[in-house]
């Protein structure tokens, strides 16, 4: 029993390798991209402009951020499936349900713990 329990987890984790594998590549290229996009500089002619473009340059670079995030946490997943230790909680060490896996495939805490360091940085940052 436990070894077709293994089996499933294993089989599991093999598909969810390859979509994080891909969602990577994807990010990667996408991030070259906008990199190119966001860093032109250029002179404005007037304060105005110099605020619209700042404007228009934040939204793209906290995309940036975001995606790059993105792929740092894919990274780590990948390590961890490696490892063996993906699939349980980094604070609790519960397992991690395969429906939040499915939904979210770097997921590095359960449901709970996730709520519960958000709530502190929530909370931290005020």
């Known amino acids: 029993m436990h070894s077709m329990m293994q089996t499933s987890q294993s089989s599991q984790f093999s598909v969810l390798k390859k979509q994080l594998a891909s969602q990577r590549d994807e990010l990667r290229a996408r991030l070259g991209q906008r990199h ?10 007037d304060e105005m402009a110099a605020a619209c473009e700042n404007i228009s340059k934040d939204m793209p670079i906290r995309t940036l951020e975001r995606e790059q995030w993105t792929l740092d946490e ?23 349900p395969d429906a939040r896996l499915r939904a979210l495939p770097w997921a590095r805490f359960c449901v709970r713990c996730a709520y519960w360091g958000s709530l502190q940085a929530f909370l931290i940052s005020f």
Do not use: Y
Request: proline residues 3%.
């Open 36 to 45: 190119k996009s966001v860093f032109v500089e250029r002179e404005p002619d």
């Open 74 to 96: 894919i990274e780590l997943a990948l390590t961890s499936m490696k490892s063996g230790e993906h699939g349980s909680c980094g604070t609790c060490g519960a397992k991690i």
